[in-house]
């Protein structure tokens, strides 16, 4: 009777499976992130993983529980070998969350108009009064721009301070005051003043200005006061007979 021989060669194709013990695959495991801080020290339940043909298993991971996680994603790989090299990839997901609200601190501000760049331009970070947060936050503000017609008008700027993009915002308000810009102020003699029948003569600031001028642009609009012999600026002064003699100064201001 003829016989044939031949060789059956059996092999293990199969790798590692998991058997329930720990995150499962493509799980997330959230957290919130320290107080404080941006990180969170997270630790779980390893998972294990059995073979029927070929043990043992090796299993490398990273992160290991205990693992410091930043904010944000991080991706955690356990890798099982069995002992004829077939491999199972295990991922899941540690998210750190941040749960703690920015801290939005203003300040008060006075911008002053100058001649060289015309009108002033205050921006957000202007009023920023180190302002903070336990990770990162976005700051988005408005500028504004002072003219003339703003001197000395108080004005509201918010800044508006979020964790994420699409976050709601934690506002703080600064107040900007335009400030008074510098001037050019020029005078001229008058004419001898003759007292009127009452004995006073009303000396006008504008009757002594000799084409003052602003260094703003465009010019802001220019009020006039004036001071005689040290007394206080005010749009005019009374002249009476006691300025007769000796002849007085005046100032234009």
Known sequence: MPVCNFSVNVVDNTPPAWNGN?????SSIVVNANLGGCQAQVSWTEPTFTDACTPPVVVTRF?????FFPFDTTVVTYTA???????TTHTFNVVVVDIQDPVANCKNLTVNLDGISGPATCIGPQVDNLSTDNCF?????????YNCTNLGLETTMKLDHRRRLRQPGYLCIGRNRAGFDQTGASTTNVSPINLDAN????????????NSTDNTYPPCALTYDISVGGS?????????????????????G
Do not use: K, Q, Y
């Not at 720990?22 to 493509?26: D, F, H, T, V």
């Not at 992160?63 to 693992?67: D, K, R, S, T």
């Not at 070998?81 to 491999?87: K, L, P, Q, R, S």
């Not at 004995?199 to 000799?210: D, E, H, Y």
């Open 137 to 145: 936050s976005f700051c988005f503000w408005s500028s504004i721009t």
């Open 22 to 26: 720990g995150p499962a695959a493509g």
């Open 63 to 67: 992160p290991a529980p205990g693992f």
């Open 232 to 252: 206080s600026f005010s749009p005019a002064f009374d002249f009476d007979c006691s300025f007769i003699w000796p002849n007085r100064w005046s100032r234009c």
């Open 199 to 210: 004995g006073s003569f009303t000396l006008f600031a504008t009757t002594v200005n000799n």
């Open 81 to 87: 070998i069995d002992g004829v090299g077939n491999a």
